[in-house]
Structure formats: structure tokens, C-alpha cells
């Protein structure tokens, strides 16, 4: 019984580690005034529709990149303490950046286009509304992060990645409710409201960086004296 909780509490930990990490930085809420402003000349259903797209490749892109993402550096032969130690050094400037960032989005031009296909529609929800404005090369490299902590045995494994997948699950449904209310979200919160979370969302991924930069510091010390040993 005291197992199956242990099991079940190391899940939830590594499902809300996933959500605190790539949340702060991807910041669907700190994202709604961009995306309403891009998408201002689009109908209602036309901007439901990219909401659902943006959200999907979105958790696509994350996905990707906590999967195969540590495969791909293992080809360059980089180890995943060294990526958990420059992940973390990543994360916590990122986080000390979003913290200290002014509070006013930047305003962007309208589109002309007022029609528009539904393939033209899913290539914008993709570049740029997806890549780079929502999963950029930060939460990229987060998801990756994430992914650099293989757990030993096939079923520690296929937990931790259910975990990963459920945290990215909740990121992208973030994504799409954020986008889909963004004009309701921002008249609600307001400027004020809107800077009180960002500044606590960067806070909290700042603690994380430091956290995930130990990790690594703490696996690289132990390696060392191991083959210092041998």
C-alpha cells in the first residue's frame, strides 16, 4: 500500500514538475494579447479554430523534443548531466528575464488578409502562431530538459513519460483556453493582473532552474569521483 502511494505521489510530482517548468515559459496567458492582436481580423470561428490548431502543435513540438530530444544530443555525444546543468542555467535565465521584463506587449501589425483557406489558416496557426510565438527555442529546450531524466526500468520509464505527456496535455489545453478567451481573459485580469502572474510564474521557474542546474552539478560530481575511484 505505503508503495503504490510512493508511486502515485512520484507521479504527481513529475506530471506538476512538467507543468511548472514549460507554463512560465510558455505563457499562454502573457500570450493572449499577442495572439488577439494577430488575429484581430479573423472571424470568431476562424480564431477558435487556429486556438485548436496552435494548441496541438504545440503539444506535438514538446513532445517531440522531451522524446527524442536527449536522443539527438546523445548522437553528438553530449552527456545528460551537462544538459541538465546547461538546461538549468537556461531556465534560470530565462525565468530571471521573464521576472524582470517590463509589463507592456509590444504591438504588432494587423494582417490585411481577411479570408482565408483552411490550409492557409492551419500554416499560420503553425509559423508563426505556434513556432516561434508559443513553443520558441526556450520551452524547447525546457522539454528537453525534462526528458533528461531517464528513470532506470522500462516501467519507471513509461511512467515518467505518461507524466511528461499529461503535464503537456494540461500545457496545451492552457494554450488553447487562453487563446480561445484571450479577449475575455485580458478584460478581466487587466494589465495589472497579467503582470502579477508572469512575475510569479518566472519566479517559480527561476527556483526550478536552480533545481534542475543541481541536479545536473550533483550527477556530474558523483560521476567524476566514481571514475576517480576506478
Not at 29 to 58: D, H, N
Not at 187 to 212: D, E, M, P, Y
Request: hydrophobic residues 55%; contains cysteine; charged residues 10%.
Amino acid at each position: 500500500m505505503y508503495t503504490f502511494v510512493a508511486s502515485i505521489l512520484h507521479f504527481g510530482s513529475v506530471v506538476f514538475l512538467a507543468v511548472g517548468a514549460l507554463l512560465p515559459i510558455v505563457d499562454p496567458l502573457g500570450g493572449a494579447p499577442i495572439y488577439l492582436a494577430m488575429t484581430s481580423e479573423l472571424t470568431t470561428e476562424q480564431r477558435i479554430r487556429m486556438a485548436k490548431a496552435v494548441a496541438f502543435y504545440s503539444f506535438l513540438l514538446l513532445m517531440v523534443s522531451a522524446l527524442i530530444g536527449v536522443y539527438v544530443l546523445d548522437f553528438f555525444g553530449v552527456s545528460i548531466p551537462a544538459v541538465q546543468v546547461a538546461g538549468g542555467i537556461v531556465v534560470c535565465a530565462i525565468g530571471w528575464q521573464l521576472l524582470n521584463s517590463p509589463s507592456a506587449v509590444p504591438a504588432l501589425e494587423r494582417s490585411s488578409s481577411a479570408d482565408l483557406t483552411s490550409e492557409a489558416l492551419r500554416e499560420r496557426a503553425f509559423y508563426p502562431m505556434t513556432m516561434p510565438l508559443t513553443v520558441g527555442p526556450g520551452s524547447i529546450s525546457i522539454a528537453i530538459t525534462l526528458g533528461a531524466n531517464p528513470s532506470p526500468g522500462f516501467r519507471a520509464a513509461l511512467s515518467t513519460v505518461l507524466a511528461h505527456a499529461i503535464g503537456i496535455v494540461i500545457i496545451a489545453l492552457s494554450v488553447y483556453l487562453c487563446y480561445r478567451y484571450a479577449e475575455q481573459l485580458l478584460n478581466k485580469l487587466g494589465k495589472l493582473g497579467t503582470g502579477i502572474f508572469v512575475r510569479l510564474s518566472a519566479f517559480i521557474l527561476v527556483c526550478i532552474g536552480v533545481q534542475i542546474c543541481w541536479n545536473g552539478i550533483r550527477a556530474l560530481v558523483t560521476t567524476g569521483f566514481r571514475i576517480s575511484a576506478s
